[in-house]
């Protein structure tokens, strides 16, 4: 498999074991000293897994279903390091009491890896809500 390809394969692995909640898959795709910037950190660049791990624990009592679709992704290699960019969308739907149950996020994210060896690693992130200008 080319690099592009298995890039967009990885991103959307890594993405999918966020919403099953999967923490051992997530740390397998991810460098141990992985930075990111993502509005659960409001404004603090978040270095390490420890914070990322919060939400998966959090994710495991909470019932609800999702899923996400990455859209316009743009995959750029340059030698041991890539960057893919796109548009994550996640639907969601909450049990009965939240209000609404049924949601779909956007967010604008840019994830970065690094081949070590033959493997690619999630080195850095970064995550903002999608949303509209207005002058
Ligand atoms: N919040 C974890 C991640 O998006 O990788």
Known sequence: ???ESALRRLTQELLDCIASGDWEKYCQL???SLTCFEPEAVGN???GLDFHRFYFDLLKDQQHQSQT????PHVRVMGQ?????YVRLIQKCGPPEMKPALTTEAYEETRIWRLEADRWIHVHFHR???RTWEP
Do not use: G, K
């Not at 679709?69 to 316009?72: D, P, R």
């Not at 390091?81 to 960019?85: G, K």
């Open 81 to 85: 390091v890539a960057v893919v960019a």
């Open 1 to 3: 498999m080319d690099h």
């Open 45 to 47: 660049l978040v270095q």
């Open 128 to 130: 903002s809500p999608a």
């Open 30 to 32: 991810c460098d141990p």
């Open 69 to 72: 679709t990455i859209t316009q």
